[in-house]
């Protein structure tokens, strides 16, 4: 059964810095990989998708990378903003049940 | 601007009433999903369609029922609301299944059953 991790659970990081946040799987039969944003009490905003044959994808500040061998994505975000903050959540879409496995997410905050 | 619109936004509700969540797409996308999310926890599918007249019910065990009468629209019932009931309900939709297609979310309706 596809589990997905995101570690770590919550960041609190100063404003500029540059940031990686980490989603491992343990089945690496996925057939894409998309990184969302929540913003508290809100809906899932789409940051970035990874097609299984990519190994990354970029857009502005954010770049996304993709090791299916290893089972294993991480979204960087450079030059970290206030705004920033919210919750990072990574899914999975699972080759045997073609359905989206969402990890737990990262809860990121940015102090000015 | 938002293509998955979801309504109400927010719902606070008496126990043993019925309720509908509304969710409606205008992108035409075949697959439409319905996640529970309580405050600070993961997404549980509980509710998928693939198609009109398709529904399927989803990992996490639900008393809603879901309809699929038309592509655009995925409403989600609740015959008889209960204090356990109060969540988050997000609905998402995707153009098929495959490596290019990821979600798109809703905004989400938070319901509060009292």
């Known amino acids: 059964k596809q589990e997905v991790t995101q570690i770590p659970a919550a960041l609190s990081v100063p404003e500029g810095e540059n940031l990686v946040l980490n989603c491992s799987f343990t089945d690496s039969a996925i057939y894409n990989l998309q990184w969302f944003r929540q913003d508290p009490g809100k809906g899932l905003t789409s940051l970035l998708l990874i097609q299984s044959s990519q190994r990354e994808q970029t857009s502005g500040r954010l770049n996304a990378s993709l090791d299916k061998s290893s089972g294993r994505s991480t979204l960087y975000i450079a030059a970290s903003q206030p705004g920033d903050s919210a919750t990072y959540l990574c899914a999975v879409g699972d080759s045997g049940t073609y359905k989206y496995i969402f990890g737990t997410g990262t809860r990121l905050k940015v102090l000015a | 601007e938002a293509d998955i619109y979801q309504t109400p936004r927010y719902l606070v509700i008496g126990t043993g009433k019925k309720i509908t969540l509304e969710c409606s797409q205008t992108?035409?996308?075949?697959?439409m999903y319905w996640y529970q999310q309580d405050p600070g926890m993961e997404l549980h599918l509980i509710h998928y369609?693939?198609?009109?007249?398709?529904?399927e019910k989803g990992d996490l065990s639900s008393e809603s029922t879901v309809s699929r009468i038309r592509t655009e629209h995925f409403p989600l019932t609740l015959e008889s609301a209960r204090p356990s009931h109060t969540s988050q309900y997000l609905c998402?939709?995707?153009?098929?299944?495959?490596?290019?297609?990821?979600?798109?979310f809703g905004s989400g309706t938070r319901l509060t059953v009292v």
């Open positions: 992108m035409g996308h075949d697959k």
């Open positions: 998402a939709s995707s153009e098929s299944l495959g490596e290019a297609y990821g979600y798109t």
């Open positions: 369609s693939y198609g009109v007249n398709s529904t």
